[in-house]
């Protein structure tokens, strides 16, 4: 599959757009890409099968628009997380407490991205262009944290693929069995990880 961006038109047809791919998601969720049929989709829409040809291509586009939408919200929910003054501690804590309810709040979107990191449906270079700029978001904020002294000297490539994957595994336990995430009890965890360690001084091994 290759990656087109978003049209303009795509993105400002907002209304029907939207509910195409909400609903096109919980279905590809559900029962699988493979499995899904565009017949099905229109039925759970309501509409003919010629209302998502005229909006989408074939499935295949219908599939990587989801996807795709999935991460644009993301990386909108992420720069507003680290906008305005702060530390870049404090930023990656709004990261985190951000990017959990995102999470739950598209557990659609987000399973079917899962999915991909594992899956043959999305080349994994084609997916790996899909969230660079998310990924690039979070290792600015913990290089600006190096920097300002407020983070330890890390790799910010490496600990922001870290962190990255922290956030994402611990909230796929609780959606994969479509359990609410406890958002303190997570998001406390992480941050101790994250910012402290788990691993006493005075115990470490060499």
């Given amino acids: 599959m290759n990656l087109t961006p978003f049209s303009s038109a795509f993105r400002n047809g907002a209304g029907e757009n939207k509910h195409i791919l909400n609903t096109a998601a919980g279905i590809f969720a559900h029962k699988g890409y493979h499995q899904t049929t565009v017949d099905e ?6 509409v003919a099968k010629g209302t998502i040809y005229y909006h989408f291509k074939n499935k295949e586009e219908l599939y990587l628009a989801i996807i795709r939408e999935g991460v644009y919200l993301l990386e909108e929910q992420m720069r507003l997380d680290i906008s305005g003054a702060g530390t870049a501690a404090g930023k990656i804590k709004k990261l985190i407490r951000g990017m959990l309810a995102f999470i739950e709040d598209k557990k659609d979107l987000v399973f079917l991205f899962l999915k991909e990191l594992y899956g043959t449906n999305i080349q994994r270079e084609d ?3 899909m969230i660079s700029a998310s990924l690039g978001l979070i290792q600015a904020v913990i290089e600006e944290g190096v920097k300002d002294g407020s ?3 890390v790799d910010p490539e490496i600990t922001t693929r870290s962190l990255f994957g922290m956030i994402i595994i611990s909230a796929l336990h609780y959606i994969s069995y479509a359990r ?3 958002h303190a009890q997570v998001r406390s965890s992480i941050e101790q990880v994250f910012f402290e ?3 006493q001084p005075d115990t470490r091994e060499e």
């Fill in 41 to 46: 989709i229109a039925r759970a829409l309501g």
């Fill in 127 to 129: 997916l790996a262009k």
């Fill in 151 to 153: 983070l330890k000297k």
């Fill in 180 to 182: 609410s995430i406890p």
């Fill in 197 to 199: 360690g788990t691993v």
